[in-house]
């Protein structure tokens, strides 16, 4: 090594490294949100084929996650995840040019390499802060909502301001950041632990009850999150709200969910059963839901934090479950591929249906019904996966 870089400030890297990390794993998707209604005007595509761009990072997800764990054990957790950020550095860039090919070819190559960050961070957390894994879930979690929801809400503007590819595009400056801090830990640094334990024998997960109890969970508070994304503004304009408004309450929605990504991970981490939280997530959703039905213009903010607080709990705990469910990186791993692959091509599913039974009623009634449905499964398979038990 050509200098030497002392236990503390590797420390604070790789800490900074996981906060920049976490950072490009939400604004990528939550800037299209806003956007959808200029991106169909200038591309003339329909809403099914809209929901498509959210849905195409989805897919993803649920198709390459099963392959990740496999790619840390050759290569190294730490390596992966640079080529990750790097690849989705380089899917921003292409999916901010002005052809439709290069969008879906940019969205692909980003939804992979989110895929990989998804299913190895969580497992990479379990196995370098063993004993302050409620408070560094939290970190993670609070960094990839803030700038979600920073995203959902300068993307109008920002495309207001010059046009709606460069809005798209310039997270990319994010990914460079985060390219560059993330280099000295596969540099300055000999493999780790935790990639010499994703060597060992794995684990036969798909018999597991509670391993499909979590990954429905989280399949569910996926596509509560991605059908908000896509398709919240689009519902609050049909009722009235500008653009500008309506992207303003994607952003209402991130913030209220910010604080519980942060906070539902240190408090179940300090329980032995999660049960109560699991209640408390799922009937907030259940008030926000019910509430967008009734609502007109004046309220509708009150049923949008209802929604985000619901949706932050549901969100903080199936990260937390990925290490509260499992007994090392190697399970947590695996647990998060599964529930990662299986999960979000449940969620895949949100955006495409919302769009095609928009076009087929023209009204959001059945599809905010369909939202309500999947809460209440939501709350009965979290009750199961928030009892105190390890996946065999």
Known sequence: MLFHINKKTSLWLLVAGIILISSNMRAPLTSVGPLIGQIKNELLISNSIAGLITTAPLIAFALFSPFVPTLARRFGMEWILLFAVIMLTVGIFLRSLFELSFLFIGTII????IASLNVLLPSFIKQEFPHKIGLMIGVYSISMNLFGAIAAGISIPIAHQSNYHFSLGIWAILGIISIFVWLPQVVF???????????????????????W????????????????VAWLP??????GLSNETAGWALTVLQVALLPLTFIIPIIAGKMRDQRILVLIGGFSMLIGLFGLLVSNASTVFLWVIFLGIG???????????FGL???N????????????SIGYLLAAVGPIVFGFLFDTLHNWIIPIYLLIGAA??????GLGAAKERFVK
Do not use: D, H
């Not at 980003?110 to 390499?113: D, F, V």
């Not at 640094?189 to 391993?211: E, G, H, N, Y």
């Not at 949706?311 to 479950?321: E, R, W």
């Not at 209440?376 to 398979?381: A, F, G, R």
């Open 110 to 113: 980003l939804g992979l390499a």
């Open 329 to 340: 990186a190697t399970q947590a791993a695996q647990l998060s591929a599964m529930a990662q």
């Open 325 to 327: 469910r499992t007994r």
């Open 189 to 211: 640094q000999q493999k780790k632990t935790v990639s010499r334990t994703m060597s060992t024998v794995t684990s036969p997960l798909w018999r597991s009850p509670i391993a």
């Open 213 to 228: 109890q979590v990954t429905i969970y989280m399949g569910l508070q996926s596509f509560m999150f991605y059908v908000s």
């Open 311 to 321: 949706i932050g709990c549901a969100f903080g705990l199936a990260m937390m479950f």
């Open 376 to 381: 209440v499964v939501l709350i009965v398979v």
């Open 234 to 239: 689009e519902i609050l304009i049909s009722r």
